[in-house]
C-alpha cells in the first residue's frame, strides 16, 4: 500500500517557477515508477512527466518538455516536479501518481496509487 501526498503547489505569475513535493508512505515506494498528472478546469487529467524505480529513466508530455524536470529521492521516499518557465496554459489541479513496471505510463488508469492534489495557477 502506497500513500502520496502532494505540496508545493500556489499562485505564481507567467515565467515564474514553483517545485512540486510527491511525498510517500510505503516500504515499497521505491519499487514503483511515478508520474505527475494534470487537470485544467473543464479539460481531461493529461499527463505531465514520469520517472522510473531508480531515477534513470524520465519521459514528459511534449508541453513541458523544456521546462519541467522530474526527479526522485527515494531515500525521502519523495518525488519532485521542478517547473520553470511557467505559463498561464500550466494552471491546474496537479497529482503524483505510482505504479509498477513501465507500462503506458501516459494512461492514467495504469495508476494503483494517487495524491489528493495540489493548485498552480500562473498568472499572465
Known amino acids: 500500500q502506497v500513500q502520496l501526498v502532494e505540496s508545493g503547489g500556489g499562485l505564481v505569475q507567467a515565467g515564474g517557477s514553483l517545485r512540486l513535493l510527491c511525498a510517500a508512505s510505503?516500504?515499497?515506494?521505491?519499487?514503483?515508477?511515478v508520474s505527475w498528472f494534470r487537470q485544467a478546469p473543464g479539460k481531461e487529467r493529461e499527463f505531465v512527466a514520469a520517472?522510473?524505480?531508480?531515477?534513470?529513466?524520465?519521459i514528459y508530455a511534449d508541453s513541458v518538455k523544456g521546462r519541467f524536470t522530474i526527479s526522485r529521492d527515494n531515500a525521502k521516499n519523495t518525488v519532485y516536479l521542478q517547473m520553470n518557465s511557467l505559463e498561464s496554459e500550466d494552471t491546474a489541479v496537479y497529482y503524483c501518481?505510482?505504479?509498477?513496471?513501465?507500462?503506458?505510463?501516459?494512461?492514467?488508469?495504469?495508476?494503483?496509487?494517487w495524491g489528493q492534489g495540489t493548485q498552480v495557477t500562473v498568472s499572465s
Open positions: 501518481a505510482a505504479a509498477t513496471g513501465w507500462g503506458s505510463v501516459a494512461n492514467s488508469n495504469g495508476y494503483s496509487y
Open positions: 510505503g516500504r515499497t515506494f521505491s519499487t514503483y515508477r
Open positions: 520517472v522510473t524505480w531508480n531515477g534513470i529513466n524520465t
